[in-house]
């Protein structure tokens, strides 16, 4: 989560210098999310493999801890679309 809120900053002060970089650090940051999923999804996996039976509500309660960072990095590559339709010259 602190990468992408570094990321986040990273875009905004690209908004503002270089504008053509906005929608490419938010797809860094989409990736980023996903990237820490797995990670995440990896390491559950492992400690309930490791402590055996595990009840269910722990498991989906991990799950869904695992699925925030995807969701910040789409809500961070949502916000660099639009700062990029908003930098777009109008025709």
Do not use: C, D, H
């Not at 602190?2 to 905004?12: C, G, H």
């Not at 961070?76 to 109008?90: A, D, M």
Request: charged share 5%; glycine share 8%.
């Amino acid at each position: 989560m602190t990468v992408l809120t570094l990321i986040l900053l990273a875009m905004l002060l690209a908004a503002w210098k270089a504008p053509a970089w906005v929608k490419e650090i938010g797809v860094i940051a989409l990736v980023v999310g996903v990237i820490s999923f797995l990670i995440g999804f990896f390491v559950a996996a492992s400690s309930m493999m490791q402590a055996g039976n595990v009840p269910q509500s722990v498991v989906w309660g991990g799950f869904m801890v695992a699925a925030i960072p995807p969701t910040y990095g789409l809500f961070i590559y949502l916000v660099s679309l639009v700062i990029r339709i908003i930098q777009k010259p109008r025709i």
